[in-house]
């Protein structure tokens, strides 16, 4: 299948995948690995169902270095990899949710009762948002004007005037090294670090590895919490579109919510 996002591997872009479904193998290995880390399992898993990566001129990664291009795996091109294997294997699709109307605040419930009454959402009826490539040899950036620009000051007493950044889509790699500094828990600090970590470019021009570590996480901390917020919508514009409508069955209102497809991954290693 298409990957939403291409990935860039030893200077190659790659845009489709074959998958196939999980071996128990497979399955032992990513659980093991999710002790040391969720990322580090995501990058198992993704190494583990992968069966081939091909570019538009027809390069196929060999099948050795599978596991080492899953860690260069965009994390919404990871998610689609893991889900759709799993979804190979496993015919049930549903997520389970409890949901509170924002208007009138009744808690709307979705669940599997029996085959007559399931009112889950299911991942399969879930739309992927593919990011059309066209084939370039470049991958893809997320480019972004600061409503305002930030000043940082660098260690040679210079300040630096940041009015754009580039980055790249953040990778399971960039995630790995973003948990093993700071845990993962995927909260605000984490997805900063982890723009920090996938910064490549600013005011247009390349930014080196130890620029972006040792000052990335200086500019995030400084954009507006509105930049930051429509940076993160950037990051998540392509794969699965996780939004889903709800209707309130006491006063009527009609709202968007997004379902958690990550209980759908935790449960399949217990099954
Ligand atoms: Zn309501």
Redesign the pocket.
């Known amino acids: 299948m298409k990957l939403p996002i291409p990935v860039e591997f030893r200077g190659k872009i790659y845009t489709e995948m074959d998958l196939k479904e999980p071996s128990p193998n497979v399955l032992a290995d990513t659980e093991s690995a999710l002790k040391k880390g969720q990322h580090r399992a995501v990058a198992t898993m993704v190494g583990g169902v992968l069966s081939a990566l091909r570019s538009t001129s027809g390069d196929i990664v060999d099948r050795k270095e599978l596991e080492q291009a899953a860690r260069k795996f965009p994390l919404r091109s990871a998610e689609v990899a893991v889900i759709y294997s799993l979804l190979e294997r496993d015919e049930d699709d549903g997520i389970e949710g409890v949901y509170t109307?924002p208007?009138?605040g009744?808690k709307i419930v979705c669940e599997y009762v029996d085959e007559y009454d399931d009112t889950r959402d299911h991942i399969r009826s879930l739309k992927v948002v593919n990011c059309d490539s066209n084939g370039d040899q470049i991958a893809p950036l997320i480019f972004f004007e600061l409503s305002s620009p930030v000043d940082i000051v660098t260690t040679d007493r210079e300040t630096l005037r940041v009015s754009d950044i580039g980055m790249r889509h953040p990778t399971v790699a960039d995630a790995m090294t973003v948990e093993a500094q700071i845990g993962a828990d995927v909260n605000i600090k984490f997805q900063m670090a982890l723009m920090a970590e996938s910064l490549e470019r600013i005011n247009g021009e390349e930014v080196n590895r130890s620029f972006a570590s040792s000052y990335g996480m200086m500019v995030m901390n400084k954009i507006s919490r509105t930049d930051l917020i429509a940076i993160s919508k950037m990051t998540t514009a392509f794969g699965i579109d996780q939004t889903v409508q709800k209707k309130?069955h006491?006063?009527g209102?009609v709202w968007e919510e997004v379902v958690n497809t990550s209980n759908f991954f935790v449960s399949a290693l217990d099954s």
Request: glycine content about 0%.
């Open positions: 109307c208007r009138c009744e309130c006491e006063c209102k």
